[in-house]
């Protein structure tokens, strides 16, 4: 599946989202102008990355990869600024204590002006043709986030509001504009936390382009009949089969995604003593390479198409 | 004796610490090993994963703290646990009812589309209404230890300062403003005009009609506050008092360590000190090298198994660099070190197994 113009990065705490990004971001601003932006203000992925983002919330940071840290106050900010064309107005409006307490209180504007800032993020995005990436927070977050079009849209059943929510609900589903990837480490429930993502962003909120990413997938170093001749040498046979079971582990979820109809991307373990910009250098080349390997499939499967008739 | 039983000798734990770093499994596995070791635990947790929630038995989210059978376990007598799942938008409503004037007063609060969104979507409503039930507990008196998990927060303390905020909130001049005739009210009218015109242009803007809403809310609070401003204090009391301790938890991760830095320092400003940090899901010890080069096995096996060992003795230094920062941080304070088991835990007996492995960092 090719990538939208926009890839929103979720899963469980602990399961690689900021990496992910990072490295997804840094394999996209070979294309083609790369927008990396969190909504948390930690900006985690800029710091494995090494950059730090300044007061303003913008820099540079290399040519083709721009970071950004989206905030509510500032969406709804220009929100306001958007649509109440004369300052003085605005102005007053965002300095109202009252207005900031009822604004928070109000379900879901926030999120929603957030999905709004997305949606333009996109659209940037396709007019360079370029990406964007999102650094999520975690998957219960993001299904709250994604679904909150529709009480915005019972609550301003008409106005700028409404107009907007259902422009926002169809770029969600929007396979070439919007995609959501899951990430999750080999791990029981894990996986099974993100079969559950996977299904309620698909099949409950209607989203086309979903992924799993499986993190921290090793390598299988040992051969099956390894493991009975090193019985003396119990601590390290323990190391060994723990590999193995996590490699197996990830070998089922990857069935499992698939079997389900989940698109599925595998990122190495790497068993590195620092995690840091070369590390997701190396997950942004894994990441190549397997765009690389679709897009041969692709071209495989079309050139079969075209023979077959 | 275990490393968590100095902790679990007293009265009240309060687990803060960031999100995603087993804050709850660590909260159930200290109650449980009190409570096997002979006394009378609640234990209250927020957001408990599924699993978690399965054997803590919380999945019909009971009103009251539940009894978890322990038999199995052996505890020594005298011991159980009883486990509560905290409800916040319940508790508010629960409040509601119990402060409102009158009937009408609570019908038209519980109503509102403003409370029901503040109730949900306000920081700070999740950790005061924490406060609350810890308030209720305690008041109860029939236990000798209560475990309370707060709600992930987000680099501050934002449980204990939460009845701060709500009383900032509820006696902010904003709302007072806003249509309530608080003492104040009267000399700014002025101001009161300006945010009705403010939230009358947004609505004409945005279609959403808030501001009768708005109005109705405001107005339908006054005479809470009272209430309110004594449980607030009450609680701010009672989280300073020598018999409960603040655990910190997080886990060995780059990022859980940075936001872990900001929950320390923001203890600071609160002028407080937590009783211990735990670092949860910490590489168990890995073994001696040495026996893989005596052992008699084929060459190519060793290689492999050298390799091996190089890759999990990386992914331990790796984490030893994390840790360290956290060491220098908490001066003075225990560090416990929680084994990784590989998974979640999946049954008591696999919290038990967290809480007896809890060690002292060396």
């Not at chain 1, 307490?101 to 929603?112: H, I, K, M, Q, R």
């Not at chain 1, 099974?192 to 390598?219: C, Q, W």
Request: hydrophobic content about 45%; charged content about 25%.
């Amino acid at each position: 599946m090719p990538l939208p113009h926009l890839t929103l990065i979720t899963g469980k705490g602990g399961s690689g989202k900021s990496s992910t990004a990072g490295a997804l971001a840094l394999a996209l601003s070979n294309r083609g102008k790369t927008v990396l932006a969190d909504l948390d203000q930690r900006q985690t992925s800029a710091q494995l990355l090494g950059i730090r983002i300044d007061e303003r919330g913008n820099l540079s940071a290399m040519e083709n990869l721009q970071l950004r840290s989206l905030t509510p106050r500032n969406e709804l900010e220009s929100f306001i600024e958007r649509i109440v064309k004369i300052r003085a107005i605005s102005r007053r409006m965002l300095r109202s204590h009252t207005f900031g307490y009822v604004t928070a209180a109000l379900p879901g504007l926030e999120a929603f002006l957030m999905l709004e800032r997305l949606r333009q993020l996109a659209d940037e995005a396709a007019a360079r043709d370029g990406f964007a990436v999102i650094d999520a927070p975690a998957s219960g977050g993001v299904l709250e986030l994604l679904s909150v079009t529709g009480g915005v849209r019972d609550l301003a059943p008409s106005g700028t509001l409404n107009r907007l929510a259902r422009a926002v609900d169809d770029f969600l589903r929007n396979s070439g504009r919007f995609g959501v990837w899951v990430t999750a480490r080999p791990e029981r429930l894990a996986i099974h936390e993100a079969s559950e993502t996977l299904a309620n962003l698909r099949d409950k909120l209607g989203i086309r382009h979903v992924a799993a990413v499986l993190n921290g997938v090793p390598d299988q170093l040992f051969s099956s009949t390894d493991y009975a001749k090193m019985l003396g040498l119990a601590e390290h046979r323990r190391l060994a089969l723990q590999r193995k079971a996590t490699s197996e582990l990830a070998a089922r979820a990857r069935s499992q995604f698939e079997e389900a109809g989940f698109e599925v991307i595998e990122l190495p373990m790497l068993y590195t003593s620092e995690f840091a910009r070369p590390q997701l250098e190396m997950l942004a080349a894994a990441l190549d390479r397997l765009a690389r390997r679709d897009n041969k499939e692709r071209s495989n499967l079309h050139s079969k198409h075209v023979r077959g008739k | 004796m275990s490393a968590a039983s100095d902790l679990t000798a007293q009265r009240l734990i309060i687990c803060v610490g960031p999100g995603g770093v087993g804050k709850t499994t660590i909260a159930a596995a200290l109650a449980l090993e009190a409570a096997l070791s002979g006394r009378a635990v609640d234990v209250m947790t927020i957001d408990p994963s599924p699993r978690l929630l399965d054997i803590l038995g919380l999945q019909v989210r009971p009103a009251r703290p539940h009894d978890i059978p322990l038999a199995a376990l052996h505890p020594r007598r005298g011991g159980r646990l009883r486990a509560l799942r905290l409800d916040p938008k319940r508790m508010f409503d629960r409040l509601i009812e119990h402060y409102a004037p009158s009937a009408a007063a609570r019908d038209a609060i519980l109503g509102n589309r403003i409370y029901r969104g503040l109730s949900r979507a306000l920081a700070g409503v999740a950790d005061y209404m924490a406060a609350e039930q810890l308030l209720d507990l305690r008041r109860e008196a029939t236990s000798d230890l209560i475990v309370l998990d707060t709600p992930p927060a987000r680099g501050a303390i934002e449980f204990l300062d939460a009845p701060g905020r709500m009383l900032d909130l509820l006696s902010s001049p904003a709302l007072a403003l806003l249509g309530v005739s608080r003492q104040m009210a009267g000399s700014l009218r002025i101001f009161d005009f300006a945010a009705r015109a403010v939230l009358a242009a947004f609505d004409r803007l945005t279609g959403l009609r808030l501001l009768s809403d708005v109005q109705a809310f405001v107005r339908s609070f006054e005479g809470m506050y009272e209430g309110f401003a004594q449980r607030a204090a009450q609680v701010q009391a009672m989280i300073r008092e020598p018999t409960c301790t603040l655990v910190l938890i997080t886990s060995a991760e780059q990022q859980r360590v940075e936001q872990t830095r900001d929950f320390v320092s923001s203890l600071k400003r609160l002028g407080l000190r937590p009783g211990a940090l735990i670092v949860n899901r910490v590489m168990k010890p890995l073994p001696d090298l040495e026996e893989i080069r005596r052992a008699r096995l084929p060459a190519p096996l060793k290689r492999k198994l050298e390799r091996n060992f190089a890759d999990f003795s990386a992914l331990r230094a790796r984490e030893g660099a994390w840790l360290q920062p956290l060491r220098e941080l908490i001066d003075g304070v225990p560090m416990l070190m929680a084994t990784d088991l590989g998974d979640e835990p999946d049954n008591l007996k696999d919290l038990v197994r967290i809480a007896r492995s809890l060690r002292v960092a060396d």
